[in-house]
Nanobody
Framework: QVQLVESGGGLVQAGGSLRLSCAASGRTFSSYAMGWFRRAPGKEREFVAAISGSGGSTYYVDSVKGRFTISRDNAKNTVYLQMNSLKPEDTAVYYC??????????????WGQGTQVTVSS
């Protein structure tokens, strides 16, 4: 069982930056691939980024490539999402997820409660 807690959301102006964190419980964090997703108002949940257990592989949705960076610190049981050059369309609740398999865009077993990101124009 893995428990995930996101933090770091907030209100930022367009062009600004935020760093989201997701802290995981347990002693086998490096065994889990991690993902970030988001759900904008009135829209379905969308894959944003994923990272393998070792951190050696990462994937991004096209709309955030070059602006967002996913990383992890296995010693701290934490995964991060650095978000730069934010746009109003990035406004959403952001969720982190974990799975023992590198499922990338779907099929994660464990989910956090989410953190709100609001980008004003």
């Amino acid at each position: 069982q893995v428990q995930l807690v996101e933090s770091g959301g907030g209100l930022v102006q367009a062009g600004g930056s935020l760093r989201l964190s997701c802290a995981a419980s347990g002693r086998t964090f490096s065994s889990y691939a991690m993902g970030w997703f988001r759900r904008a108002p009135g829209k379905e949940r969308e894959f944003v980024a994923a990272i393998s257990g070792s951190g050696g592989s990462t994937y991004y949705v096209d709309s955030v490539k070059g602006r967002f960076t996913i990383s992890r610190d296995n010693a701290k049981n934490t995964v991060y999402l650095q978000m730069n050059s934010l746009k109003p369309e990035d406004t959403a609740v952001y969720y982190c997820a974990a799975d023992r398999l590198f499922v990338i865009v779907d099929g994660y077993d464990y989910w956090g409660q989410g953190t709100q990101v609001t980008v004003s124009s």
